[in-house]
């Protein structure tokens, strides 16, 4: 058999299946004689509601560097932002009260020092608790995050597709 037979007879004995398409199905206005009522007018977009997908991810470990990276990276930002929200209220004051209060200078000493304190001391707990975080979910197994596109019936990450119990059910004895 040549190749062109063989690709041509595969083509013709393999039929494709229908495609599905939003349409809207109408009857006609005049019921058939054997029929007393007429045929139903509904809009067809889809024979069966798609399946609700699902996604379960367990967070089991964290890596530490990362942790302290992205620490370092946002008290850095919250410091310049709060550098820049010091210095706008001390040139504020300056302009309503002159000579009252701390100077410019001083003021922007002390507001970076805290600055500082902040981003080493606000990077080292995080990395502390990412440290912290590996050691707990080794002993419970992490956190579990369920994703879902259906937004009418929430169901707890825990409870593994069963309906959810009554909490006041649970502490009555059977």
């Excluded at 620490?71 to 850095?76: D, I, K, P, Q």
């Excluded at 975080?133 to 956190?143: C, E, L, M, P, S």
Aim: hydrophobic residues 40%; glycine residues 8%.
């Amino acid at each position: 058999m040549s190749r062109t037979k063989r690709n041509r007879t595969l083509s013709v004995s393999r039929k494709r299946a229908p495609r599905i398409a939003s349409r809207i199905v109408t009857a006609s206005t005049v019921p058939e004689p054997e029929s007393p009522w007429p045929a139903p007018t509904r809009d067809h977009t889809l024979p069966h509601a798609p399946p609700r997908r699902s996604i379960r991810m367990r967070i089991s470990e964290n890596n530490p560097w990362s942790v302290t990276v992205m620490s370092f990276l946002f008290l850095g930002g919250l410091g310049v932002c709060v550098l820049g929200a010091v210095l706008a209220t001390s040139v504020i004051v300056d302009i309503v009260a002159p000579g009252e209060g701390p100077t410019l200078s001083q003021t922007l000493i002390i507001a970076s020092v805290a600055v500082a304190l902040e981003v080493l001391l606000g990077t080292g707990v995080a990395c502390l608790c990412g440290f912290m975080y590996n050691y707990t979910a080794r002993h419970t197994g992490g956190v579990e995050v369920a994703l879902t596109d259906d937004l009418n019936d929430p169901t707890q990450a825990g409870s593994q597709g069963e309906e959810a119990q009554d909490p006041q059910e649970a502490l009555t004895p059977d």
